[in-house]
């Protein structure tokens, strides 16, 4: 019983993964640039994402440009791209194979097939949270240095956005979901290995029928 329900505690955290990393992926604020200018009035917050690139204005207007151009891109973006859409792909697998072998389902067949499934849907957990925690620390990595190089204007430095930390959070979440599934599969095959399935034999029974079929044939 605790078992199944440390599966449907992970569960539920892996749903928080998928989601966020999904929203991660979407968000055009994975880096921010507040311009506040000589008036407030006329403050424009700049914000970069995968896919776009937004600007905000104080007087509510809001604007964004799609990236078209893939190889016009720097690197960290394009494999920021590859391996969070992957991130994405592997969380959805794994949250279809994690339903399949978890214990308060009725899916997935014996004992032995859920526990093969729920190792297989953590280890998709734990893939997508390593897929999606490299690029966020890459993509933190690229902004802290150029906030930090001298040779670059104050106007074109950057911080990190809201996406950066769901991002980070997300994988937090995913991996600690796929550790979770695949510790539990390892305590069911520990416990078939010492505590193996009573096999009950009656030959003493048997050999005394058989015994009482030959008397009576020679009788």
């Known amino acids: 019983m605790a078992s199944a329900s440390l ?7 892996a749903l928080f993964g998928v989601f966020g990393g999904i929203t991660a992926t979407l968000l055009p604020n994975w880096k921010v640039n507040a311009d506040v200018g000589s008036n407030i009035i006329t403050a424009i917050t700049q914000m970069q ?3 776009m690139d937004c600007t905000w204005y104080s007087t509510g207007m809001f604007s964004c440009t799609l990236k078209y151009s893939i190889l016009s891109l720097p690197v960290y973006i394009q494999a920021a791209r590859t ?8 969380s959805a697998f794994g949250i279809c194979i994690t339903t ?13 097939s859920k526990s093969h499934a729920c190792f297989a849907g953590g280890v998709c957990f734990i893939l997508a949270g390593i897929f999606e ?4 620390s890459w993509y933190t990595r690229e902004i802290i240095s150029n906030f930090l190089d001298q040779n670059i204007p104050e106007s074109s430095k950057h911080e990190p956005g809201g996406a950066v930390y769901t991002g980070f959070i997300s994988a937090g979440f995913l991996f600690i ?3 979770i599934f ?7 095959q520990q416990g078939a290995w010492i505590y193996p399935p009573k096999q009950h034999h009656f030959p003493s029974t048997e050999q005394e029928s058989n015994a009482g079929y030959n008397l009576k044939d020679y009788v």
């Open 133 to 136: 925690l490299v690029p966020t």
């Open 177 to 179: 979901a796929g550790v």
């Open 7 to 13: 599966q449907f505690f992970a569960f539920i955290l």
């Open 49 to 51: 994402g995968l896919w």
């Open 100 to 112: 399949v072998g978890m214990k308060c389902t009725k899916l997935g067949g014996d004992t032995d």
């Open 83 to 90: 391996t969070m859409v992957l991130s994405c792909i592997l």
């Open 182 to 188: 695949c510790t539990s599969c390892f305590k069911q």
